[in-house]
């Protein structure tokens, strides 16, 4: 059974960094695009970045393009998020998923059957 692990998320200033990772078990990382998500109280969850199987292409939302960076360890079995420059609009929890890429890109969320536990970041002004 596959598990998917979220770590990293905190308490940080407008301007700062944080990395958050997702770490999975049960099912290798590598035979499966990933995605984050994040979401906030009384809100859909949305789309933030999508990884496909190799590593070599990313997407990502545009309200977090040039900011955030995702990428892949296959041998840690392990995605990360880099957040730089967070806004106060970044906060939320956020969620990492295993499943089809076109689901991610076009934030079918509902579609995604694999996700993880959720790890919240804040960011404050």
């Known amino acids: 059974q596959v598990q998917l692990v979220e770590s990293g998320g905190g308490l940080v200033q407008a301007g700062g960094s944080l990395r958050l990772s997702c770490a999975a078990s049960?099912?290798?990382?590598?035979?499966?695009?990933m995605g984050w998500f994040r979401q906030v109280p009384g809100k859909e969850r949305e789309f933030v970045a999508a990884i496909n199987l190799s590593g070599g292409s990313t997407s990502y939302a545009g309200s977090v393009k040039g900011r955030f960076t995702m990428s892949r360890d296959n041998a840690k079995n392990t995605i990360y998020l880099q957040m730089t420059s967070l806004k106060p609009e970044d906060t939320g929890v956020y969620y990492c998923a295993q499943g089809p890429l076109y689901y991610m890109e076009f934030g079918l969320y509902r579609h995604l059957e694999v996700w993880g536990q959720g790890t919240l970041v804040t960011v404050s002004s």
């Open positions: 049960g099912r290798t990382v590598s035979n499966y695009a």
